[in-house]
């Protein structure tokens, strides 16, 4: 099994779900949400699922799914569950890929809790994943930008880059300069967020994608 990449981000609604579904259809990868809090509209596993065109990848099941819409530890919490790195872990290592790679999609960002002691860079660093951090262009996405990339940097975290979503002024490579972690791509913003996008985008990456991984 190739070394998983697990895709984070600086928090909550930034786009790690398009974004893992570019880099799945791009890699024409194994696509994989360990802990799924809220399902009200949908799993993040069935948007990429609709997202995606080619007909290798495999979706893997989540190995939990919470109904509650919340930090995976207070959803967990509400259901009388344990969120089990260990059993995270284990199932990660029985997923059958083959010579695909593995794309991990994870909850929050790096600092979400899920359970009352480990957090989601703990489940990066027990699955032994690369990781590829999303930022959504906003007004104090710089600050929250730097923090992330300062906390990988003091836990050892292996990051491949940045991948930059929606548009708010011009300061990517502020960020990739002041962190010292490449651009990987960046992501147009749409109103119109369909699996012709994601192929599109997909297409594009496709090449230099490759050269980071």
């Known amino acids: 099994m190739q070394q998983p990449i697990f895709i984070t981000a600086i928090g909550t ?21 360990p802990v799924q809090a809220g399902f009200y509209d949908g799993t993040d596993a069935l948007t990429v699922k609709d997202l995606i065109s080619n007909n290798k990848t495999i979706i893997h099941p989540e190995v939990y799914k919470l109904s509650l819409a919340a930090s995976p530890h207070i959803s967990a919490r509400i259901e009388h569950v344990k ?7 284990k199932t990660c290592r029985k997923l059958e890929t083959g010579n695909r790679q593995l794309i991990i999609e994870g909850a929050g960002g790096l600092m979400a809790p899920l359970n009352e002691n480990e957090f989601i860079i703990d489940l990066i660093q027990k699955l032994n994943a690369r990781v590829i ?4 262009n906003y007004l104090g996405s710089i ?27 011009d300061y990517e490579e502020e960020i990739v300069q002041w ?7 960046s ?3 749409t109103e119109n967020l369909t699996k012709e996008f994601a192929r599109a985008q997909a297409e594009k990456i496709k090449a230099s994608l490759q050269k980071f991984l």
């Open 143 to 169: 600050n929250h930008s730097l923090l992330t990339a300062a906390i990988c940097k003091q836990k050892n975290v292996d990051v491949i880059g940045w991948v930059f979503n929606d548009q708010y002024m």
């Open 133 to 136: 951090l999303v930022s959504r």
């Open 13 to 33: 609604d930034v786009g790690k779900t398009i974004v893992s579904a570019i880099i799945t259809e791009a890699l024409q990868a194994d696509y994989w949400k």
């Open 187 to 189: 992501i147009p913003f």
């Open 83 to 89: 969120v089990d790195l260990d059993l995270i872990n």
């Open 179 to 185: 962190t010292g972690l490449p651009k990987i791509f």
